[in-house]
């Protein structure tokens, strides 16, 4: 029950974190949320939706390929994260709370990485697009932090001809932020040296 809630606790702080501070101050981000503003952006179908149809796609995808045992710990996120999602853009005054971008970069980071964190501290999984390239691994023994940053790369560079660089600049910093985080998190209590060889 314990880690039941530490998930819910990262899925909401997630959701806030997209919803009332990074893309209601039109920061580019990664991942579902990113190539769901892509499809908002093209279409006019609010963000929301567009995760909800994603997350709901790529957790059959996972179902099918990678076994009952890894959906139901990504099954959580799959339909908590859209509706926490909808229900932050309906609470008009949590938006505007910042002004300075940059503020909101730092902050919405933090955020994101924290709530991802706690979410896989707990043994679940955040699904998205993390099941396309586990599947790809599992098959084709590609390093999942390559196919998620070329993915991430590749929603960034789609949201280019609606954001200006500003926006981009600031999308950038607060996927490092949010990388850094989350590796903070689940790095915490655990001893470890890192060797970097130039």
Known sequence: MKKVIQ?????VLMAF??????????????GVSGISTVFHFYTGISVSLCVAIINIAL??????FLGKTFAMKTLISTFLFPVLVEFFNQQTYLH?????????CILGGFLLGLGIGLVLKAGGSTGGFDILALIVEKHFKVPVTLL???IDATILILQISFHSVPEIVYGIMTILI?????????SSGKGCVQVLVM
């Open 7 to 11: 998930i819910i606790i990262g899925n």
């Open 148 to 150: 998620v940053n070329g």
């Open 59 to 64: 957790f059959l995808i996972g179902l099918c």
């Open 17 to 30: 974190a997209v919803s009332a501070l990074i893309l209601d101050h039109s920061i580019v981000v990664g």
């Open 96 to 104: 505007g709370l910042l002004d300075d971008q940059l503020l909101v």
């Open 178 to 186: 949010t990388a850094y985080m989350m590796n903070y998190l689940l």
